[in-house]
């Protein structure tokens, strides 16, 4: 089901002025030795994990399921992920709650791995799953395909963390953020429209970026006003 978001962006505009910009749901403290500050960190940007952190994961081992609708279900390993074409795009992962940050994104392109598994051409939708399968969200397949949608697992050559959904995420610039699933490790071809995690609770299926303000969390979180569509440049 689908809703207006009017009322929703009424609502986020006043929070632009209330809420802090370092947000929610900080990741916990554990005792291993404090690693260096992330650059999305020092930016003060966003750290919301819908289902709960996961706390720390194990990037070296981390794999991915790619099944479904194809002819070449594979199961990738950060290692067969780093033998893949690399791309490094920049683009702006824009939040449906109003805050959007920009950089260099580097991993691989959807559109490479689904030739890599042969994509049947019944797939109308890719279906990502986030850690522990609690999270999914899914994309068009003419979205999935396009030059900047990736499996990223860089800021700015900065290896992605968990707090930003490392060790590898979706990066969707083209839609709302939550589309943009952060910890994948499944993937699914399909061939009709699931609703995901935020779905289900009245974001809109189709996530496209909505004109309005915004905070620029590159420029200290200052509110400016962005247009429909992907995020390329603000209005003011």
């Known amino acids: ?31 291993e030795e404090e690693q260096p500050m992330h650059k999305l960190a020092k930016m003060n940007t966003p750290v919301f994990w819908a289902e709960g952190h996961p706390g ?3 990037r070296e081992n981390w794999k991915i399921e790619v099944k479904g609708l194809c002819e070449n279900p594979t199961t990738f390993t950060w290692q067969d ?24 994104w580097g991993g691989v392109k959807l559109s490479d791995i689904l030739d890599y598994v042969k994509a049947s051409p019944s797939v109308k939708y890719v279906r990502f799953w986030s850690h522990d399968l609690v999270y999914d969200t899914s994309i068009p397949i003419d979205i ?31 839609l709302w953020g939550y589309k943009s699933a952060k910890s994948v490790v499944k993937i699914e071809l399909i061939d009709k429209y699931i609703p995901g995690y935020w779905e ?6 189709d996530a496209n970026i909505e004109a309005g ?3 620029d969390i590159n420029e200290g979180g200052k509110v400016k006003h962005i247009p429909d569509g992907e995020v390329k440049e603000f209005l003011d």
């Open 144 to 174: 999935a395909l396009k030059e900047k949608t990736l499996l990223a697992w860089e800021f700015d050559k900065e290896l992605l963390t968990e707090d930003y959904g490392g060790p590898v995420r979706a990066f969707v610039p083209y």
């Open 81 to 104: 992920l780093q033998k893949l074409p690399k791309t490094t795009v920049n683009g702006r992962l824009t939040s449906v709650t109003r805050w959007s940050v920009n950089g260099d």
């Open 1 to 31: 089901m689908k809703i207006k978001y009017t009322v929703l962006i009424s609502l986020l505009t006043i929070s632009l002025i209330i809420l802090p910009v370092g947000c929610v749901n900080k990741a916990p403290k554990n005792n």
């Open 56 to 58: 720390k994961l194990d």
């Open 213 to 215: 303000p915004c905070r």
């Open 200 to 205: 289900k609770r009245g974001y809109t299926d």
